[in-house]
């Protein structure tokens, strides 16, 4: 089985202009999965359209199976930013005949891609994809941080153990998925009202990292850090207000703004470690006047203008482009070390593995914030240190 074998292939028409694309616009530099299916290679292409037609596992949400084309419809009138973008759209996924098929399918495409260094950008279905795109990482050999970008935690608990689930239970069966290869997840924006004391308990034993919506209303640049520890984004629609993005059947009134949306997704494209990014619970039956269409084209753009302007400064190669920092804490019991890059002045910590732990590398870096480095200068050890020695022991 190929991978063409999992897709449907795109009709033009449906979105080209009457009078064609402007040679500027995105609809004219992106190949196209149409006869015949792209010929992937590594170095060819460095961002890859997926659109997800299954919303069965969209809780209250039926038609955001719909999303791809109508993104589409918005997405290829943009034009080109400053860099000279190599994105190919592969088209849908076709459903399976359960919803476990879909999952299948995603898997094998996030995983193949990843392994081609081509960064799967996936549009369109219930935010249950996530657990398919998750899996994709399962035979990468490596350990996975995940970063949702939602209003709540998707942790209801399925009445059966069979693979299908549901948009608000997928972290159940990432969580519990086996084998374990999740290092930290990581959630942004949720709000306190729609979030059970007993999930966050469940969240801090774990030593995860979630952040209510409130700490980024004054200064959204706090998150950069956050999504830079991740390999994988998954984004709800819904994590916006409803007035900025109305197509969402399960919307609500607060949330991040629309610029919001753009600045995170610019982040997450700006971050050397991420290897794929979903776009999930989109509904087209919901949306005015393509507003929501219209944001989310948006959203991806700005996440490729990030990946444009990757600053290639992560892991420390080479060592003449750091600046290391010491910093005594607990009364000079213990030295923390921090690092920051001179070509973007961004931070990361080092924390070290427990005597049992790596035995190729002495420290795992973790990205941080300056404020992190000023509460070890007072003596005080950062939170951040802590959970992420816990989670290495």
Request: hydrophobic share 35%; aromatic share 14%.
């Amino acid at each position: 089985m190929t991978l063409s074998d999992f897709f449907s292939p795109i009709d033009i028409e449906k979105f080209t202009p009457k009078h064609g694309f402007l040679t500027s616009q995105l609809g004219m530099k992106v190949e196209f999965f149409t006869d015949s299916f792209p010929e992937l290679e590594e170095g060819k292409y460095d961002l890859a359209i997926i659109g997800v037609k299954d919303d069965r596992g969209a809780v209250n949400n039926n038609g955001c199976a719909l999303a791809p084309d109508y993104f589409r419809e918005q997405f290829y009138l943009l034009n080109e930013g400053q860099a000279s973008t190599k994105i190919v759209d592969l088209g849908n996924i076709i459903a399976g005949q359960a919803v476990s098929d879909t999952y299948f399918a995603v898997k094998n495409v996030v995983s193949e891609l990843i392994k081609l260094n081509i960064v799967p950008i996936i549009i369109g279905g219930g935010q249950d994809i996530t657990y398919a795109q998750y899996m994709g990482y399962e035979n990468l050999e490596q350990k996975v941080d995940l970063l949702v970008v939602d209003n709540r935690f998707d942790l209801e608990q399925d009445e059966t153990e069979d693979v299908a689930t549901t948009s608000q239970s997928y972290l159940s069966k990432i969580f519990l998925h086996q084998p374990n290869y999740l290092f930290n997840f990581s959630n942004m924006g949720y709000q306190t009202y729609f979030v059970s004391q007993d999930s966050l308990r469940v969240m801090d034993k774990l030593y995860f990292d979630v952040h209510r919506l409130g700490e980024f209303v004054s200064d959204l640049s706090v998150s950069e850090p956050v999504i830079r520890n991740a390999n994988m984004v998954s984004f709800d629609m819904g994590a916006i207000r409803s007035s900025d993005a109305c197509a969402n059947a399960n919307m609500v009134p607060n949330g991040f703004y629309g610029e919001d949306a753009c600045r995170i997704a610019r982040y997450a494209g700006m971050s050397d470690k991420l290897t794929s990014i979903g776009f999930y619970e989109f509904n087209p039956v919901f949306d005015r006047s393509s507003q929501t269409a219209m944001l989310l084209s948006q959203v991806v753009w700005y996440f490729m203008d990030g990946f444009y302007n990757r600053k290639k400064d992560f892991p420390l190669t080479p060592k003449s482009q750091y600046i290391i920092y010491r910093a005594s804490v607990n009364d000079g019991a213990t030295e923390v070390n921090f690092v920051k890059s001179k070509k973007s002045d961004r931070w990361w910590m080092q924390v070290p593995y427990p005597a049992n732990g790596s035995k190729n590398e002495r420290f795992h870096l973790v990205p941080c914030k300056y404020d992190d480095y000023n509460t070890a200068v007072n003596g005080e050890m950062p939170d951040l240190w802590w959970r992420t020695y816990q989670k290495l022991t």
